[in-house]
């Protein structure tokens, strides 16, 4: 399994507008690729939330044959848009995880 997870800082100004669209556009879309299974959005405690705020986005893929093809075919194109849309009021990271073991 491999965790795809996208997390931004962003100004409260645009929160429920980047919820909205995170939740109803760019998540839906990253899913219809085909290449991941699940998604979960999650929102980071933070510290001093008074200005900024933070969330997280998990993509799950099921392979990374699966995962290099988004790499490959597909994350240019997603990715400007998310870049497009909020460059002038977040900042953002990603990270690539492989899950190695699981414990419940």
């Known amino acids: 399994m491999i965790y795809y997870n996208l997390t931004i ?4 100004i645009i929160e429920v507008e980047w919820i909205n669209w995170i939740k109803k556009i760019q998540a839906p879309k990253m899913v219809i690729t085909g290449k991941f299974i699940e998604v979960k959005l ?3 405690i933070l510290d001093d939330p008074e200005a900024l ?16 093809n988004y790499l490959k075919n597909h994350i240019s194109i997603l990715r400007d848009k998310t870049i497009e849309k909020y460059v002038e009021r977040a900042d953002y990271f990603r990270t690539k995880l492989e899950l190695i073991s699981e414990h419940r």
């Open 9 to 12: 800082l962003l100004d409260r």
């Open 42 to 44: 999650l929102n980071l």
């Open 53 to 68: 705020t933070a969330y997280a986005t998990e993509y799950f893929s099921s392979s990374k044959f699966l995962f290099n």
